[in-house]
């Protein structure tokens, strides 16, 4: 397709147990960011990829949170051990390069039982 | 995490009116996005502005970089039933970190 596709479109799981979650950016977009977004508010910077590397990690929470983009392309986020406040909407954008428009995913809603 | 200030927090309007919303930071940005998110969905990119002063249509929509760096505006004119939703501003800043303001909710009655 020609837009950013995020997978799965729900997931719900148990407090405790590991998710991941995936992101296929726009064919030749360089940058991949991930936020998180709590209801009512804007969405929240995470992570951002420039190519296979973590350009920027700052806004991940904690240690439980990690993500790869290990060919430059798909990403994935992983959360260990979740609990009840990452229930969350998380949100994958990707653009050209990191000083171009952002183009967004329909995201992922996690919700932590 | 770091927001912009966004302004007013929500709006209800008649069919057919203008609308105006505003965003502002104490610190400045290289580029401003005006988005627009619907229920269940991702933002969707309205408009991009990329130097302070730039004023930029499309369609019944227009923003503004502000000469600062650290403002910008939207304008929506002849609102219709379909602009309803939520509108955030977001800036790039000289970390090429995107980051968002707090929401304008807009509600359009017939």
């Known amino acids: 397709g020609a837009g950013v596709s995020q997978t799965p479109s729900n997931k719900v799981t148990e407090k405790g147990k590991y998710v991941e979650l995936r992101c296929d950016p726009i064919?030749?977009?360089?940058?991949l960011y991930w936020y998180r977004q709590s209801l009512g508010q804007g969405p929240e910077f995470l992570i951002y990829f420039q190519g296979t590397g973590a350009a920027d990690d700052s806004g991940l929470p904690n240690d439980r949170f990690f993500a790869v983009r290990p060919e430059g392309s798909v990403s994935t986020l992983k959360i260990q051990r979740t609990e009840r406040g990452d229930s969350a909407v998380y949100l994958c954008?990707?653009?050209?390069?990191?000083?171009?428009?952002?183009?967004f995913g329909p995201g992922t809603r996690l919700t932590v039982l | 995490g770091q927001q912009l200030n966004q302004s007013p927090q929500s709006m209800f309007i008649q069919e057919g009116e203008d609308v105006s919303m505003n965003c502002t930071s104490s610190s400045i940005f290289n580029t401003w996005l005006w988005y627009k998110q619907d229920p269940g969905e991702g933002p969707v990119l309205l408009i991009a502005l990329y130097k302070a002063g730039e004023l930029t249509s499309n369609g019944r929509l227009t923003a503004q970089f502000g000469i600062t760096r650290k403002d910008s505006f939207l304008n929506i004119s002849a609102s219709i039933p379909s602009d309803v939703g939520i509108y955030f501003c977001?800036?790039?800043?000289?970390?090429?970190?995107?980051?968002f303001g707090t929401g304008t909710r807009l509600q359009v009655f017939p």
């Open positions: 064919s030749g977009h360089t940058a």
């Open positions: 977001a800036g790039i800043n000289n970390t090429d970190k995107l980051i």
């Open positions: 954008a990707s653009s050209r390069d990191p000083r171009d428009s952002k183009f």
